[in-house]
DNA sequence: AAATCTTGCTTCATCGATTGAGCAAGTGCG
DNA sequence: CGCACTTGCTCAATCGATGAAGCAAGATTT
């Protein structure tokens, strides 16, 4: 590793000097408590000159070790490998900029220890407040920043130790499982039950889903055998060979499926595409979760589309609020 | 903002009290060199035991205001809204972590001002090195980082001030453009010249793609006017308004086209589903840029894959041998 | 026995910014 | 003139970790 610095940077001293004053009236100057500090606006010009025209740049370290809160807010994502993880991640950028804090994001991808990791760097960095996406062990991570005194909130994945803000996965489920069922109906005369693909079954959100996809079936009366639900994961090649064994097995299949996020989707229709039992065009697909890829894929597939600007919105209200009791709060999705 | 703190966290003193030491031995235990700092087995075993029994974290901002290399890595990125700085991303912070560097990154949205703002805040955090990925004005950053004397590392687009790392556009749109002709002159019999959609035309990539674009036209024989171009940036919204123009226009439209990216490529299909003057499946299409969900839209559009792995390894590669000159290395792209 | 070396620590200055306390000069008032 | 008050600064301690220098006690050599 060769990432040296040659010359030493300035600091406040090298600039007190310049200006024949003192560090103090610099530092007072440079973050803008001068007026309160009773400096006269001709030094504070001054000093504002020379630090420009030295490329001053403050030492956040040095800054960071004097101050009480630093300002630092550190999000804990799983992957950036799709336009719901991605958006979260640019608006909390955003959010948390205009906010007057420094966003620090770390992905994990979905490995738990890298998650733990994680956590246990951003509290080095002194940071102020944790959010934990879509986290595989958001209580563990709660407990190590409590430990800190480090609040924490939880996205996506809710927790039992801090505030989390998801989404209405019910809701969103049994409407878009509804809308799958119509569209079966309407084009293949018949209302059978559907398919669910993808997502962990011990994850909340899973579980959640799968409680809203039975309870669309229930509301049309329609019967659903265990056998239909194939919670593989959510990497599209672990939806591929599932979708693969299960039609090998002999087991009836459906023409409508619920698959649980566009990642997964890639690995369903990859299968479709190779192997599936009829064309693409006889299924009727619907999916938790939006790319704006998936709708050129055809009229086909029904999205559900998470409200990232919403649920972030009610994380930065519990931040400001204080909240620290273990509130989940449900964000209803968008459908179209 | 109530991101309070409520206890005040352990530090290196707490231990030493309770392990009934000094500071600096509890110091040298906890990083690692004690062995040089002759501190015995027993006293070493004793405080990293009580180190975790109190839950100590390091305060970076201490250790790092006294160290004289951060080992922090900046890395600034346009936007998280597509697979390919997704991957460099994911990708960056995993080869980082495993070099020992810690992975700071902060995305811009394609905002010059934000640009040289990210770039400005990593310099205060004490960033060993700064990678500017696609950005608009890279030497901007440059000089700006090593006025504080830290180095830089152009990714994606390149500069004139420091090293840059990028693909092999030229190369790849000229087979990329080759295959889109002997796809159209294949299922449609002619071979007339394609159209470039996306981009902007002051752009490096952009440039050079479109001198493998006209470079393949030539390698055919084919004449290709000037305003078969349409670099209207990358949004989405641009292309479809763009063609949807060019169309009303009355000037000769292709079969065939060259979409600068996935970003792109939303708004051309777009186009094509809704006021596209024949059916989708008689447009040949080509995609600088590689997306899964695109490789299901159809079997009529090629792709070019960029080669984030080789890209990363090259660029971390220059970090490592403290290369300083404004070399441009060239990673051939991936053809299916 | 004296000189030297080794072991295992501690002491203290330091990194750069922040901030309470303090101080000198000037202003206002009776 | 003397006292209080304001203005405009400087001084020095501090945040937590680090590491050069130093020191005491025991081991080894001459």
Not at 17 to 36: C, P, Q, R, Y
Not at 206 to 223: K, S, V
Not at 226 to 251: F, H, M, N, T
Request: hydrophobic share 40%; with cysteine; net charge neutral.
């Amino acid at each position: 590793m060769s990432l040296d610095r040659q010359q030493k940077r300035t600091t406040i001293y090298d600039l007190a000097e310049l200006a024949g004053t003192s560090a103090s009236a610099v530092s007072a100057v440079l973050n803008g408590n001068w007026k309160k500090r009773r400096i006269s606006k001709q030094l504070a010009e001054k000093i504002t000159r020379i630090a420009e025209e030295q490329g001053y740049a403050l030492n956040m370290q040095a800054s960071l070790l004097r101050r009480e809160k630093s300002h630092i807010i550190g999000m804990i994502v799983p992957k950036y490998d799709n336009r719901y993880f991605g958006s979260i991640v640019e608006l909390f950028e955003t959010m948390a900029r205009d906010k007057g804090l420094f966003p620090l994001i770390t992905c994990t991808r979905r490995d738990p220890a890298l998650e733990i990791e994680a956590a246990r760097t951003m509290l080095s960095y002194q940071v102020d407040c944790v959010i934990a996406t879509g986290a595989t062990d958001p209580d563990r991570i709660t407990e190590l920043c409590a430990a800190a005194g480090v609040r924490t909130i939880n996205l996506d994945l809710p927790g039992k130790l801090a505030p989390s803000v998801i989404s209405d996965n019910f809701a969103g489920a049994r409407e878009l499982t509804r809308r799958i069922l119509v569209s079966c109906h309407q084009r293949f005369g018949a209302m059978e039950p559907l398919m669910f693909v993808g997502g962990r079954g011990g994850d909340h959100n899973t579980m959640e889903r799968l409680r809203g996809f039975r309870q669309a079936h229930a509301d049309h009366g329609i019967d659903l055998e265990d056998d239909r639900v194939i919670a593989c994961g959510y990497a599209p090649e672990k939806a591929q060979s599932a979708l693969q064994e299960r039609a090998a097995s002999g087991l009836p299949f459906s023409r409508g499926m619920f698959v649980n996020s566009t990642i997964t989707l890639e690995g369903v229709l990859r299968w479709l595409r190779l192997a599936g039992p009829v064309s693409e065009q006889e299924f009727a697909l619907g999916c938790f979760d939006y790319d704006p890829l998936v709708a050129l894929l055809g009229d086909n597939i029904e999205m559900v589309r998470q409200d990232v600007p919403a649920m972030l919105t009610r994380m930065f209200e519990l931040i400001e609020h204080g909240s620290f009791e273990p509130t989940v709060s449900e964000i209803p999705p968008l459908l179209r």
